[in-house]
């Protein structure tokens, strides 16, 4: 087995899900205001390390994704976060994208950049202990079509292909954006067109799908919609997964999307009891782990015991969601 088939399903497999860390530098500092805490270099990489270093973070976590700033910082005792992390258990992963932009003459879709010089900041992420890297595509219901899809899924597509030349396992994500009110047909009818331009791509690319992991969305109703069961999530979402993602890719790691944490941990829990699946499923969430523990923070050293125990206990939940 290959070291990137072999990543790709440390990553996925055994009830371990992957910590999404790899907010912005303008996002973070955003987040961290809004909590009362004055935003800058030492504070965000302060908040990321509570996150890397809970006690036992690796019995739930397999890998945590960082932006760019923090790949690149220090622990306050001196160590490389890459490293760090690979001593705690945990792969090393890092967001390559470069944020979004407006396609031309796409009616306001969106595309995502980061592809020029991508090859050697992988060279450089790659000599700095990156196990894996994490593309995200923008998807509005709103105004996607096959021409946009499309774009998002070449892109996508021409990322991963470089990352495994260079032998980082790519986290593809085209997320369907769950704001709005649509219901569930609309997002299980965009998702799937999206993910079988991807799969089309990824194909045409070249791309050996044994060594990606696959980041969607589940199929719901948009948030300003009313609710349906998890159970009818699951079943949606099984129903296009089955349809568009082939059975070689080892393991789906789903977005929360801005879902509340018990409402995605349950969405997991019933698409996990599907027996069908050919893959691995669980968690690469962002805000249902970690917006608990950064309000608990709130800046205070005196805080980090009870912010890594909120952590922990959600991850807790989302892995459990996974047996």
Same mark, same amino acid.
């Given at each position: 087995?290959?070291?990137?088939?072999?990543? $790709? /399903?440390?990553?996925?497999?055994?009830?371990?899900?992957?910590?999404?860390?790899? %907010?912005?530098?303008?996002?973070?500092?955003?987040?961290?205001? $809004? %909590?009362?805490?004055? +935003?800058?270099?030492?504070?965000?990489?302060?908040?990321? %390390? *509570? *996150? !890397?270093? +809970?006690?036992?973070?690796?019995?739930?976590?397999?890998?945590?994704?960082?932006?760019?700033?923090?790949?690149?910082?220090? @622990?306050?005792?001196?160590?490389?976060?890459?490293?760090?992390? &690979?001593?705690?258990?945990? @792969?090393?992963?890092?967001?390559?994208?470069?944020?979004?932009?407006?396609?031309?003459?796409?009616?306001?879709?969106?595309?995502?950049?980061? @592809?020029?010089?991508?090859?050697? &900041?992988?060279?450089?992420?790659?000599?700095?202990?990156?196990?894996?890297?994490?593309?995200?595509?923008?998807?509005?219901?709103?105004?996607?079509?096959?021409?946009?899809?499309?774009?998002?899924?070449?892109?996508?597509?021409?990322?991963?292909?470089?990352?495994?030349?260079?032998?980082?396992?790519?986290?593809?994500?085209?997320?369907? *954006?769950?704001?709005?009110?649509?219901?569930?047909?609309?997002?299980?009818?965009?998702?799937? !067109?999206?993910?079988?331009?991807?799969?089309? %791509?990824?194909?045409?690319?070249? #791309?050996?799908? /044994?060594?990606?992991?696959?980041?969607?969305?589940?199929?719901?109703?948009?948030?300003?919609?009313?609710?349906?069961?998890?159970?009818? #999530?699951?079943?949606?979402?099984?129903?296009?997964?089955?349809?568009? #993602?082939?059975?070689?890719?080892?393991?789906?790691?789903?977005?929360?999307?801005?879902?509340?944490?018990?409402?995605?941990?349950?969405?997991?829990?019933? !698409?996990?009891?599907?027996?069908?699946?050919?893959?691995?499923?669980?968690?690469?969430?962002? /805000? $249902?782990?970690?917006? $608990?523990?950064?309000?608990?923070?709130?800046?205070?050293?005196?805080? #980090?015991?009870?912010?890594?125990?909120?952590?922990?206990?959600?991850?807790?939940?989302?892995?459990?969601?996974?047996?």
């Amino acid at each position: 087995m290959s070291i990137l088939h072999s990543t $790709a /399903r440390e990553l996925t497999h055994g009830g371990r899900g992957i910590l999404a860390a790899d %907010e912005s530098i303008k996002t973070m500092s955003a987040r961290l205001e $809004a %909590e009362g805490i004055t +935003a800058g270099e030492t504070a965000r990489r302060d908040y990321r %390390e *509570l *996150l !890397l270093t +809970a006690p036992g973070l690796s019995a739930t976590v397999s890998g945590i994704i960082l932006a760019d700033e923090t790949f690149g910082q220090e @622990l306050s005792d001196g160590r490389p976060f890459p490293v760090a992390a &690979r001593e705690l258990g945990v @792969l090393p992963g890092i967001k390559v994208d470069t944020g979004t932009t407006p396609l031309p003459g796409a009616g306001g879709a969106l595309i995502t950049e980061g @592809l020029d010089g991508l090859g050697a &900041r992988l060279s450089s992420y790659a000599e700095r202990g990156a196990a894996f890297a994490k593309w995200r595509a923008v998807i509005d219901i709103a105004t996607t079509t096959e021409q946009t899809a499309r774009a998002n899924g070449h892109a996508l597509a021409r990322y991963a292909a470089l990352c495994q030349e260079h032998g980082i396992v790519p986290i593809v994500e085209p997320e369907v *954006l769950c704001s709005g009110d649509h219901d569930i047909v609309a997002c299980a009818d965009t998702t799937r !067109l999206a993910l079988a331009v991807v799969f089309n %791509e990824l194909e045409d690319a070249g #791309v050996d799908l /044994r060594g990606i992991v696959l980041k969607p969305n589940f199929v719901t109703p948009g948030l300003e919609a009313p609710k349906v069961s998890a159970a009818a #999530v699951a079943a949606a979402t099984f129903e296009i997964l089955r349809s568009t #993602v082939p059975a070689a890719v080892p393991g789906i790691a789903f977005l929360s999307g801005g879902h509340p944490t018990d409402d995605v941990c349950a969405f997991l829990k019933e !698409l996990s009891a599907i027996p069908e699946r050919p893959w691995d499923v669980t968690f690469s969430f962002g /805000r $249902a782990l970690v917006s $608990a523990a950064l309000s608990t923070w709130g800046g205070a050293p005196a805080n #980090v015991d009870a912010a890594q125990e909120r952590l922990l206990d959600n991850c807790r939940q989302a892995a459990d969601a996974t047996a």
